[in-house]
């Protein structure tokens, strides 16, 4: 029994979420190869090769691979997940995108967002906005799984094992690649950061979001926002904490001016400390804050700065 | 050109949900049941189409027991042409859903398939993928921007870090995300004309789809409760704490 893990990659640059995919993928107890599926991703196989507990590195470099269209990705893991008892991605846009698709076309019911792994065949995941958590049993021979890569922690790193270059044949007549547009930052990424201060509607504007990048900077945190900030226009939409916006789960979580909804919660109350500055002390969000600040945040957030 | 739109009836999205008392599952007696927020900006979406001369028809279905014909009369009064319900009590998964929906997708060809991207129920996000694969379509999965021109779907996607924009050759799936539009509300006439549109019934185990479990609910639990917190009084504390107490900033 072995498992199959999907890398994810950007850019030519392993990201993060792949060690975690692998540590969930170790308590299968099984041999975990990764397959890198794309174009010119040389680079990325060599990256997936290091981490602890991988013992292949399948590596398909191809044109029609390249920005990892659903279409043809998902033709390309069908043809390798014969003698794989589960395949796993983590639940990122790329993987959601592309494992529900890999799943149908093996005729397999898939298990989405998995946090913990019961046994080979159970797994735990939240359902309703996290306000429920389901452990469910896959009554089926091969499993499609997708892992909620903040609910585990990365796996370390080894000594390189071989990567080894499959010839592929996929091709893709029904969908191209027309263009991307990504939103710039020097700051670490969302899913990945240690430290993540959010904007919400209470920060009024997209200017004021410059009140928490001082803070950011001292911290070295991300930025995220609420999906009220997000649909006001403050801020783009992949800076969107939530059910319908990135999950994430670092050690401290600041929320400022967000109330504190059921779809907001469910992307960060997993974090080890939660503050929450809000004028309202009403405000839902102080019910899960360790350290509720009720103060107007323009006052407060320059303050704050200056403490750090 | 026609277009399908699969809605499904979900809690209301305001509603917290409770789990019940034997962990069976979440309880759902007398709790408000609405559309899913995602189908509700799919079927804005087909109507937009509509209303610029792109769709000729706009067909509704949901699939589950007889109450899913409440939103499917919601669906006809925001403008939809006519509604099909593949009625069931079975609980279904994505995977027995999209098989359904393929089935009908074969009688009825539409150019274009439109969900949400996800329910807010299971959260699975899985059936447009599931359903594209099926009917060997290709798709454009959480889409904030759709143009059909063509015959193709040009759609921009809400990925991690951006966006991304492909171009699909029709017929086509296309999953919504929360920023493709604003749902309109129906108003009162139309929900008195959406009662004399057709309301199409079909038994789900006529369309040769096997319906059995393929992943059993094993325990459905609260998730862990979080300590109360406390209340600082100032930045100073606030910092204070942080640095001796909760050990996160140095």
């Known amino acids: ?308 | 050109m026609k277009v399908l739109v699969p809605i499904k009836r979900v809690i209301d999205y305001n509603v917290k949900a409770r789990v019940k008392a034997d962990n069976s599952d979440v309880d759902l007696a007398n709790v408000k049941m609405a559309m899913n927020p995602f189908c509700e900006i799919a079927v804005e979406e087909a109507i937009r189409l509509k209303e610029a001369g792109t769709a000729s028809e706009v067909i509704a279905v949901s699939i589950g027991d007889k109450a899913c014909q409440e939103q499917l009369r919601t669906a006809l009064a925001l403008g939809a042409d006519k509604a099909i319900h593949i009625e069931t009590d079975a609980k279904l998964e994505s995977l027995h859903v999209a098989k359904l929906l393929a089935k009908l997708v074969e009688q009825e060809s539409p150019e274009l398939v439109i969900l949400g991207k996800q329910s807010i129920d299971s959260d699975n996000n899985q059936t447009g993928q599931m359903l594209a694969a099926l009917t060997k379509r290709p798709q454009g999965t959480f889409a904030s921007k759709v143009e059909i021109a063509d015959g193709k779907a040009v759609v921009t996607r809400e990925v991690d870090g951006g966006l991304q924009t492909v171009a699909l050759n029709l017929p086509a799936v296309v999953t919504t995300d929360l920023r493709l539009n604003e749902p309109r509300y129906a108003s009162l006439p139309n929900i008195m004309k959406a009662k004399r549109k057709p309301l199409d019934v079909i038994a789900a185990d006529t369309l040769g789809v096997d319906l059995a479990p393929r992943v059993e609910l094993v325990r459905v639990a609260e998730p862990a409760k979080r300590e109360a917190g406390i209340v600082v009084e100032s930045v100073e504390e606030l910092v204070n704490k942080l640095k001796t107490e909760a050990k996160v900033i140095s």
């Open chain 1, 1 to 308: 029994m072995s498992v199959l893990v999907i890398a994810e990659h950007e850019n030519g640059v392993l990201k993060p979420e792949t060690a975690k995919v692998v540590h969930a993928a170790s308590k299968l107890g099984a041999e975990i190869h990764v397959l890198v599926a794309g174009h010119n991703v040389g680079s990325v196989a060599e990256a997936a090769a290091q981490i602890a507990g991988v013992t292949a590195v399948k590596l398909a470099d191809d044109g029609a691979l390249d920005h990892q269209l659903a279409e043809s990705t998902a033709d390309l893991v069908i043809t390798l997940a014969e003698g794989y008892s589960h395949v796993l991605a983590a639940a990122s846009t790329t993987g959601k995108n592309i494992m529900p698709r890999v799943a149908a076309l093996l005729d397999k019911s898939q298990i989405s967002e998995i946090v913990d792994v019961v046994d080979a065949d159970t797994f735990m995941r939240p359902i309703y906005a996290g306000n429920a958590i389901a452990t469910v049993k896959s009554l089926e021979a091969q499993k499609v799984i997708t892992v909620r890569a903040s609910a585990f922690d990365a796996a370390g790193e080894q000594a390189p094992v071989a990567v080894e270059s499959l010839t592929t044949s996929v091709e893709n007549t029904s969908s191209s690649f027309v263009g991307v547009e990504q939103t710039e930052s020097e700051r670490p990424e969302l899913t990945a950061a240690p430290v993540v201060i959010s904007g919400g509607r209470g920060m009024q504007n997209g200017e004021n979001f410059s009140l928490l990048e001082g803070i950011a900077d001292k911290l070295g945190a991300a930025i995220g926002a609420s999906r009220a900030a997000v649909d006001a226009g403050f801020v783009p939409n992949d800076m969107q904490v939530g059910q319908t916006g990135k999950i994430v789960a670092p050690d401290l979580y600041i929320a400022v001016g967000i109330s504190g909804a059921i779809q907001h919660l469910a992307g960060m109350k997993d974090s080890k400390v939660i503050v929450a500055i809000n004028k309202d002390p009403e405000a839902p969000i102080f019910q899960v804050a360790d350290y509720g600040l009720v103060a107007d945040l323009f006052e407060v957030l320059p303050q704050f700065e200056q403490a750090l």
